[in-house]
């Protein structure tokens, strides 16, 4: 328990210090922290767990993730990242989208269930071959980019030997979570945080150009119902808000396999890993 405080402790002021960073660098007062320290600062969140780095080759990407050491499970969860760093500015790309604040990761390190972390494509790996700018901006949810996902996900369910999977999302992760879902069977549940689950809705709402080059979670809606599922949003989220989730849920033939809860004072970053163990246990566990 001392373990699990110390670390939400260091969780709460690494968030409020990546915040204070982005907001002085958009303001033009600093720069933001580079991809390497990005990544060592993942690495060591990671690390003060005792998880590891890991790095699997599907298809023309190699994805990376964090894994605790002897890890053993009949059904495993994995946490699949968000968009990450994908634009510096509104009209400006990010060179490399390793998150600066990866908060899959965060919300991984606070479950005491088994859990892997899953970056997207070309998150801590840059350079890479494959990695091309419109896997984190246009085609972010191609095709590609979710076969190469559940491939990687089938060798981590093949290492740690494991029977069945419960798949995470957070924001964007969400979208791949729903998308490697749909065309697999062993996935017993979908766990979403403020997952951009109608990413055309989305683009609409927002008046922003289309993600041309990506496939659309809610256009799986039908493939997705019978799977157990449970979409989480933060009541003041003005990035992906209740909207947005409906939009989804609109194509679906709600069952009671289905849950969306809208959580109180939460907006798309805040609070969610600061109290993961405690929506676990209300909504999850």
Not at 45 to 51: E, T, V, Y
Not at 197 to 215: F, I, K, R
């Amino acid at each position: 328990m001392k373990a699990a405080k110390n670390t939400c402790s260091r969780l709460i002021l690494l968030r409020v210090s990546l915040l204070l960073i982005i907001v002085l660098a958009l303001s033009g007062c600093l720069t933001l922290p580079d991809a390497e320290e990005r990544k060592q600062s993942a690495m060591q969140l990671a690390a003060d767990r005792g998880w590891e780095f890991s790095q699997w080759k599907a298809a023309d990407f190699v994805l990376a993730g964090f894994a605790p050491l002897n890890l053993q499970a009949s059904t495993l969860r994995i946490y699949i990242e968000g968009d990450g760093l994908a634009w510096i500015t509104s009209r400006r790309p990010s060179k490399d989208p390793t998150p600066v604040t990866p908060v899959s990761l965060e919300l991984a390190l606070m479950d005491e269930q088994p859990s892997v972390y899953l970056a997207r494509p070309c998150q801590y790996v840059m350079p890479a071959a494959g990695c091309s700018m419109k896997y984190w901006t246009s085609h972010r949810y191609a095709e590609e980019v979710v076969a190469a996902t559940s491939e990687a996900i089938s060798q981590i369910k093949k290492h740690h030997a494991v029977q069945k999977l419960e798949l995470f999302g957070y924001s964007g992760g969400g979208v791949i979570a729903a998308l490697v879902a749909a065309r697999r069977d062993d996935v017993t549940r979908l766990i979403t945080v403020a997952g951009n689950m109608d990413h055309e809705y989305w683009t609409a709402y927002h008046n922003v150009s289309p993600l041309s080059g990506s496939l659309n979670a809610a256009d799986y809606a039908g493939q997705l119902q019978m799977i157990h599922q449970i979409h989480l949003v933060g009541d003041e989220d003005v990035n992906v808000p209740l909207e947005v989730i409906n939009a989804y849920l609109n194509r679906i033939d709600r069952t009671g396999k289905v849950s969306v809860h809208e959580i109180p004072d939460y907006d798309h970053e805040c609070c969610w890993a600061e109290n993961w163990n405690r929506l676990l246990k209300i909504y999850v566990n």
